[in-house]
């Protein structure tokens, strides 16, 4: 069975850091497209960011230069490393799983997108303040 369990989450001042992980298990598939995505209060869930099996990343436009996605595949763990949040960065977080070889173009930017994966965690909440 395959579970996804994110931490790191918390309340922040702008301009500030979090490093959300998320610890997987059961998965055994070499092959997996990995995300992040975020849903706030009334608001549809998004994609934030993507890796790849061969370890390849997208992030939306509006965290470029700010979040960074990455993975220790020793660790079974995918991080969200964020940076410089800011008050429109505050959602629950989620992170999502796929049995893919590469993770599908969009993932970051159609609304549905969260309909490609299989796996998902509970989320953890972000809030930053002003």
């Known amino acids: 069975q395959v579970q996804l369990v994110e931490s790191g989450g918390g309340s922040v001042q702008a301009g500030g850091s979090l490093r959300l992980a998320c610890a997987t298990s059961?998965?055994?598939?070499?092959?997996?497209?990995m995300a992040w995505f975020r849903q706030a209060p009334g608001k549809e869930r998004e994609g934030v960011a993507t890796i790849d099996t061969y370890g390849r990343t997208t992030s939306r436009d509006s965290v470029k230069g700010r979040f960074t996605i990455s993975r220790d595949k020793a660790k079974n763990t995918l991080y969200l490393q964020m940076n410089s949040l800011t008050p429109e960065d505050t959602a629950t977080y989620y992170c999502?799983?796929?049995?893919?070889?590469?993770?599908?173009?969009?993932?970051?930017?159609?609304?549905?997108?969260?309909?490609?994966?299989?796996?998902w965690g509970q989320g953890t909440q972000v809030t930053v303040s002003s």
């Open positions: 999502a799983a796929d049995v893919r070889f590469f993770c599908p173009d969009g993932v970051v930017g159609k609304l549905g997108s969260r309909n490609w994966f299989t796996y």
């Open positions: 059961g998965y055994t598939d070499s092959r997996s497209c």
